[in-house]
């Protein structure tokens, strides 16, 4: 702004957005981001909408297409959109439904006791931020459409004809101009209209991808039916895992006009998996009604053992902690209001929805344990072992508490630390082997990163009591060069990264079979014992070259097998006559320090792949599958994904 300018600041200068101009400019604060999260988060609000129908009683069948030309299609039976003028806007009530933020049925409490959908934006929001969008609805008889392009109305509603349906039909493409990536994962959506299978039992929920067809020519296409809701969602993310009780606790019912419905079961893992939702929403934060089923839990199983005389033995105190070791479970209620809280807003807030929660619990299993003494007895013996462990667990953390703790002559001694003190300038490269991580350590740049070596294969967490975690070297180094502290009054677990070093954590292991799977025992550490680190987005993975490509003095650097191929043939067209050399990369330790820094190390020229989580429940299904003990479902996971995998033999 000029000088002569700067004083002219009056109410022309203020500029006034409303409703879908908003959201354009605006695109993450309705979604989250505008990346790959971002562009399926606007099929999950069209979704929801035929969610809500389902809810209400009137739709038990929703259809998402995957259209050849990557837009998407989302089909219901629910009542269709209102069609008819609404008196107020003076259009039709499905422009109205379609233009205006913060309108729909959602917000009449009259038409939707509950709804669902995170940021509650809706399809409006969808609309604003699609190149095209077409609704068709199907009601009284008759159907009905309306074109609109980046938000705005192409024409009028029109009334198609005569037509025995009913439903709502909701095809967009998404917006080039706001969403640089819009190739929709078909995983990634299958996996949540599972989800929502689960936690709205009796809904068939199919998806079809018309871009890719199977080995007889057909579209890809799956279905999803749940009749037990959460008792079999608890069963599925459990096949991998080994039950110590008969069958899945479930309750299902409404406590002071909250409706409550909970699933659980335990196993023989040593790692606590609840997953709480609202509305069909992942509060993968937690909030009131976890709390209410964690004390409903405890209290309920505390006095059963204690009544028992099976504690009597025991010298020294049971903590929250034991109750949910090895312990599954689902806790999924319905609120008309729900509050949001937390970072990214799935915690639930509402503090009336406590109470109700703890005592569905408390009954359903007071309950459980009288009808089932045996099992009873099972879960408090497995109480009893991770109280003992927890016990033993607190001895070794204390002993890498006090090395954490410690000045700089308290960090690994195989630690190569960076000279600057800023967590958010510092990273941390977690090296497979000492070899790589020599050359690592001559080829870094001192001032920011730091090369901590890690010898084999590090324990495999997924199958170790605590207090073997603890003990174990390569993990307590990691700890200690973190400087993070575990375990609080409440928590013997919670993790405070107050005093965390390194806002980067970068795991570089070699590009095979033994690497790879070095690469997901770290990965599982951090999803099971430092997930905090992975949700701020802390944790990468380096991606060194698999080739290099040599003819001469030229060189060049490959990924991939195709890149790999191209240089191939750009060197054999330079019209040199001498053979174009290919050596492949097998491990880090194969590179100078040089090449190490320019392919893998370099900011300016490494590719970094960031781990994020994209959804709570598959991914820990996912691990349980990979590093738990039943071999089938990892042998099922290998076969399946084997063709996209670089596997050396």
Known sequence: MSEENKGNYSADNIQALEGMEHVRLRPSMYIGDVGLRGLHHLVYEVVDNSIDEAMAGYCDTIHVIINEDNSISVEDNGRGIPTGMHKKEGVSALEVVMTKIGAGGKFDKDTYKVSGGLHGVGVSCVNA???????????????FIQEYEKGKPVYPVKETGKSDKVGTTVTFTPDDTIFSERTYNYETLSTRLRELSFLNKGLTLTIEDKRNLNEKGETVKE???????????????????????????????????????VALIYNTSYSENIFSY??????????????????????????????????????????????????????????????????????????????????????MLTDYLEEHPNDAKTIIQKVILAATARHAARKAREMVQRKTVMSGGGLPGKLSDCSGNDPAECELYLVEGDSAGGTAKQGRDRFFQAILPLRGKILNVEKAMHHKIFENEEIKNMYTALGVRIGTEEDSKALNIEKLRYHKMIIMCDADVDGSHIETLILTFFFRHMRELIEKGYIYIATPPLYLVKKGKKQFYAWDDDQRDKYVQELKGSGNESSVGIQRYK??????????????????????????????????????????????PRREFIEKNAKYANIDT
């Open 129 to 143: 931020l699609s190149n095209h969008l077409k609704a068709e609805v199907f009601r009284d008889g008759k159907s």
């Open 223 to 261: 279905t999803f039916l749940s009749k037990e809701g959460l008792k079999e969602f608890v069963q599925f993310l459990d096949s991998s895992r080994e039950p110590i009780i008969e069958e899945v606790i479930h309750i299902e019912g409404e406590k002071n006009g909250v409706p409550v419905e």
């Open 278 to 363: 609202v509305n069909n929403i992942n509060t993968h934060e937690g909030g009131t009604h976890l709390s209410g089923f964690r004390r409903g839990l405890t209290g309920t199983l505390k006095k059963y053992a204690e009544e028992s005389g099976l504690l009597d033995k025991l010298k020294f105190e049971i903590s929250g902690d034991d109750f949910r070791e090895g312990l599954t479970a689902i806790v999924s209620v319905k609120v008309g209001e729900p509050q949001f809280e937390g970072q990214t807003k799935t915690k639930l807030g509402n503090r009336e929805v406590n109470a109700p929660v703890s005592q569905a619990v408390s009954q």
């Open 587 to 632: 491990g880090l330790g194969e590179m100078n320090a040089s090449q190490l820094w320019d392919t893998t190390m370099n900011p300016e020229f490494r590719t970094l792949r960031q781990i994020t989580i994209e959804n709570f429940i598959e991914s820990d299904r996912t691990f349980s599958m990979l590093m738990g003990d039943e071999v089938p």
